[in-house]
């Protein structure tokens, strides 16, 4: 089995800077993508960013130029620096991993942590 925990939440400021850690463990041949979501009361899941195997970054559109995600392939670890917080950043963080549990596995299997809760407020 796999299992992805992430850590780092907490009270900050608006204007201020938070960082975030997310690690995969357990089975795992290979992790392809691992990516950051936020999900808020009342309001969808949303996408934060995406880091592929080869660095490959996207960001969603309310994060873009704040935020920057980065990964750790040998560590199959991902961070999200969050700098310039708005409230309206206020959300539960979810890191997911796309793993391969074996060389010959066919498919990648997506892996969801808990989520660490964030929250910007004066």
């Known amino acids: 089995q796999v299992q992805v925990v992430e850590s780092g939440g907490g009270s900050v400021l608006p204007g201020g800077s938070l960082r975030l850690s997310c690690a995969a463990s357990g089975t795992i041949f290979k992790v392809t993508t691992m990516a950051w979501y936020r999900q808020s009361p009342g309001k969808e899941r949303e996408l934060v960013a995406t880091?592929?195997?080869?660095?490959?970054?996207k960001y969603g559109n309310s994060v873009q130029g704040r935020f920057t995600a980065a990964r750790h392939n040998f560590e199959n670890t991902l961070s999200l620096q969050m700098d310039m917080v708005k409230p309206e950043d206020t959300a539960v963080y979810l890191c997911?991993?796309?793993?391969?549990?074996?060389?010959?596995?066919?498919?990648?299997?997506?892996?969801w942590g808990k989520g660490t809760l964030v929250t910007v407020s004066s």
């Open positions: 880091v592929r195997r080869d660095g490959t970054t």
């Open positions: 997911n991993a796309a793993v391969l549990s074996s060389w010959d596995a066919r498919d990648a299997v997506t892996y």
